[in-house]
């Protein structure tokens, strides 16, 4: 009761001096219960929406899949018959069939894509009974007939839609135009899908192709009758095994199934990132404790003198970090839940909606966020409190501050080089690696033994660094500049945790630039070298959206064109000569192919890989199935006949490009499926005649022009794209490291805030002879400025070394070419400095603002 009476005098004594980690725990915790609360909600969100729609009992193709996109633009369908003999099974009381189809592009009366923008589907399909289950029309009437069309209510609005618009709705089987005769709103939330609905027989003949399919039976259970009941009567009536038959709890699992996956990627990269700035919260906990524990060494030195044991003062500050973070913790779930709600705010803003009356809260989030919050605090500040255990009476009372063990320095500083050592040695490694496959497990192991190394070794290198950072940057401010550098230097442990906090962070901002930097420099070479192609066509929004015919004729009819290809992607299962066989995708495409991209090959000729009933092979897989130029494989086409193809080519594997593609001519896929099975386009190029490639981009954008779903480029707009890309990726990246780089921050502030408290006399002797406080709060800026610079130079070192070694795996996967973007790089390192002045704002202020008198005569 003593131990606790003690801890919680201290702890509200020195409450403003624990503020800022108790602001490092409240961030920490915040991200990681708004990351549960957030996703929970998203999977509630689909939850209710799937159960609202899922008929008692579902029947479906056999290898139909709820997030299939397929290769030929039309769904897998099952046909009318089945839904007859599904309304005689036993138990049914009503039976309907279902189109749906998400190959579908809408477009209004100003060929305005009315897709949703994050993403999201556009269905198209019949109205049924079942969809009353989810929607009630809110205006207007159901479609009628082939000129009517039904929209959902959210797409209206968004796209300021009203009854007797025109629509026109782009699907594979050509273009068809309706006018709108109703809107229907959602009974739960959409999560953004934009949704038509068509009489029956229009959806049939518009999506499908012709009358007399479906590609769904939905049927509603009888009183009395469950639906695994029903769910056995049906199956039994169609055929067990021939369809897929699903109850509506099965039916909702396999929808969930298909978003999960992303979900819980999303999920866990965002807990990755709490955990990081757990980490560097971590340090700012340790200096913290660590210095309150150095500034109360004559109080515990008393307290040892009087009879409080080691154990007691250990169990003393421990029960402080308890206190700390379980108020840190109470708070950051309370703030977890505001980031979910804000988060959902902005997910609404970018077209993916997410309502506050799903907001879910499990007990398990703020259980997760305090036990995070409250393990994490204490464990870290163990060494300060071991420290506090350890200091003696007598040293207490004759000193002002912990004595340094210079032992457990020597010892630290060995066990820090070591590490170091070792983690450079598997970086060396993982760089001369064989197989990226095996190089990344080395990679990762050198980097975390890099990253304790350093950590570990910090100290030692704050001497020598902050000397050389202060030559450079503190010299010319005179003395004031001399007496920060000596103030970095004072305590090089607390210099060290400080900056390997800020370390931690831009160690990964420098990793990751070097990475996305080097990928993109080594496709551009790529492309260059490979790309024979003046005109790429593809999605717009690069989701594998197949190019309608419609659009592909019309850029076959573009004038200034010199060839235009093909490029599909077949499925088919390939046995080789040694009698293995594996599922394969082909790229069936036009012999002009073998221009547009320019493939070395091992062995053969490319060219003759597209005559008749021939195919080329990768050298990887040609080496794993003894393949040979002339070797014949036996092909199964999913859908379709079998053949037997011979091996005219191989080729080289050392690409990025087409990597492992084994190619054929697109006729000779064709010549083994049936029509309705070959696939459609996935990409489409063009050359331009020589001379017109100007005119031929204009005309081939124009050609386009009624399609918006897809986009022209060039190769100087491809490389762009590309760009684009993976610079969006390394934004959010950045964005989620931003948390860790706030709490470094405060760590900075945190530090520079306590050594004012413990440096109160000997400032307030330095203004007495003469030092002003615009001096004094420079002195404090620019010691700010060097620590933050020392965090930077170790973190961006660090992190260009891990960067480094990553290309050289990244080569092996075709990636050769190394791009430092020392811009950025710099822009980091002089950001930090801003940082260190920003860091130091409060602090200098305050300092400033001591009394001379009082400063003087304080313990």
Not at 318 to 342: C, I, Q, R, T, W
Not at 629 to 635: A, E, F, K
Not at 663 to 690: G, H
Request: hydrophobic share 45%.
């Amino acid at each position: 009761m003593t131990v606790l009476k003690t801890s919680m005098r201290n702890f509200f004594a020195h409450k403003g001096r624990m503020a800022l980690s108790a602001v490092a725990v409240l961030l920490s915790v915040a991200f990681v219960c708004g990351t549960l609360v957030f996703t929970d909600t998203m999977n509630t969100t689909f939850d209710k929406l799937f159960a609202a729609t899922a008929a008692d009992v579902t029947v479906t193709p056999k290898n139909a899949k709820p997030d299939d996109r397929p290769q030929t633009g039309t769904p897998e369908t099952l046909p009318a018959s089945v839904l007859e003999q599904a309304r005689g099974a036993a138990g049914v009381k009503s039976a309907e069939g279902g189109v749906s189809s998400s190959s579908v592009t809408v477009v209004n009366s100003e060929n305005e894509n009315m897709g949703s923008s994050n993403g999201g589907p556009t269905l198209a399909g019949n109205w049924t009974a079942n969809d009353l289950k989810a929607m009630e029309i809110t205006s207007g009437h159901a479609p009628r007939g082939p000129t009517e069309v039904m929209v959902d209510a959210d797409t209206a609005d968004k796209h300021d839609l009203k009854i007797g618009d025109e629509l026109r709705t782009i699907a594979v089987t050509g273009d068809f135009k309706a006018r709108i005769s109703g809107i229907a709103s959602f009974k739960v939330t959409n999560p953004g899908a934009a949704i038509v609905y068509f009489d029956t027989a229009t959806a049939q003949r518009e999506l499908l192709g012709r009358t007399g399919l479906f590609t769904n039976v939905t049927l509603t259970a009888a009183d009395g009758v469950s639906d695994k009941q029903l769910k056995q009567s049906v199956a039994a009536k169609i055929g067990a095994g021939t369809y897929k038959v699903e109850t509506a709890a099965e039916n909702k699992e396999t929808n969930r199934d298909s978003v999960g996956s992303f979900l819980d990627v999303m999920k866990y990269a965002m807990l990755g990132f709490a955990g990081i700035a757990f980490l560097v919260g971590i340090f700012l906990i340790i200096n913290t404790f660590s210095m309150l524990v150095a500034q109360r060494t004559r109080e515990i030195g008393l307290m040892r003198a009087i009879g409080s044991s080691r154990k007691q003062v250990n169990r003393s500050v421990l029960v402080e970090a308890l206190l700390l973070g379980f108020f840190g913790s109470v708070l950051g779930v309370g703030a977890g839940v505001g980031l979910a709600v804000g988060l959902m705010k902005i997910m609404s803003g970018m077209g993916l909606e997410l309502s506050t009356d799903d907001l879910t809260v499990k007990w398990t989030t703020p259980a997760v966020g305090m036990l995070l919050g409250i393990v994490v605090t204490v464990l870290a500040a163990y060494l300060p409190a071991r420290r506090a255990g350890k200091i003696s009476p007598m040293a207490a009372l004759r000193d002002a501050g912990t004595p340094a063990d210079g032992k457990a320095g020597l010892i630290r500083a060995i066990i820090g080089l070591v590490l170091t050592g070792a983690g450079a040695a598997s970086l060396y490694a993982a760089a001369h690696a064989d197989k990226a496959s095996s190089g990344s497990g080395v990679l990762a192991l050198g980097v975390v033994l890099t990253l304790i190394g350093f950590v570990v070794i910090g100290p030692l290198l704050a001497g020598g660094v902050v000397r050389v950072i202060s030559v450079l940057v503190l010299r010319m401010f005179g003395p004031v500049g001399r007496m920060a550098e000596r103030n970095a230097l004072r305590n090089p442990r607390r210099t060290g945790a400080t900056g390997a906090a800020l370390m931690i962070g831009l160690a990964l901002v420098a990793c990751l630039s070097v990475v996305g930097s080097s990928m993109v420099a080594s496709a551009t070479a790529e492309l260059d070298k490979s790309v024979g192609a003046d005109f790429i066509v593809q999605s717009g929004s690069n989701d594998g959206r197949p190019i309608v015919p419609q659009a592909a004729d019309a850029l076959r009819k573009t004038p200034g064109i010199a060839h235009v290809t093909d490029y599909k992607s077949v499925d088919a299962k390939i046995t080789t000569p040694d009698g293995k066989t594996s599922s394969e995708d082909l790229a069936a495409a036009s012999p002009t192919y073998a221009e547009d991209l320019r493939r070395e090959t091992v062995s053969g000729k490319l060219s003759e890989a597209y005559g008749k009933d021939a195919m080329s092979v990768g050298d990887k897989f040609a080496g794993d199935h003894n393949v040979k130029v002339g070797s014949t494989l036996t092909v199964a086409f999913k859908g379709g006949r079998t053949a037997h193809l011979k091996v005219a080519a191989i080729t080289s594997d050392d690409t990025n490009v087409d990597k492992g593609a084994m190619y054929t001519n697109v006729t000779t896929a064709e010549r083994y499926l049936p029509a309705d099975r070959v696939p459609k386009n996935m990409i489409m190029f063009a050359k331009a005649e020589d001379g017109k490639a100007k005119e031929a981009y204009a005309s081939l954008k124009a050609a386009l022009k009624p399609y918006p779903q897809y986009k022209v480029q060039d190769q100087t707009d491809f490389k762009k794209d590309l760009k684009d890309q993976i610079g969006q990726l390394l934004n959010i990246v950045y964005g989620l490291l931003a948390l860790a780089i706030i709490v470094a921050v405060l760590g900075v502030v945190n530090t520079l805030a306590l050594s004012v408290v413990e440096r109160t006399r000997e400032i307030g002797l330095m203004r007495a002879i003469g030092l002003s406080r615009r001096q004094l709060r420079r002195m404090i800026r620019l010691e700010s400025v060097v620590i933050a610079l020392f965090g930077a130079l170790l973190g961006l070192g660090l992190g260009m070394s891990w960067g480094t070694t990553a290309q050289k795996l990244l080569a092996l996967e075709g990636l050769g070419v190394l791009d430092i973007p020392w811009p950025t790089i710099i822009t980091v390192f002089v950001g930090s400095a801003f940082v260190g002045l920003f860091a130091a704002l409060v602090p200098a202020f305050r300092a400033g603002r001591m009394n001379v008198l009082g400063a003087i005569a304080s313990e």
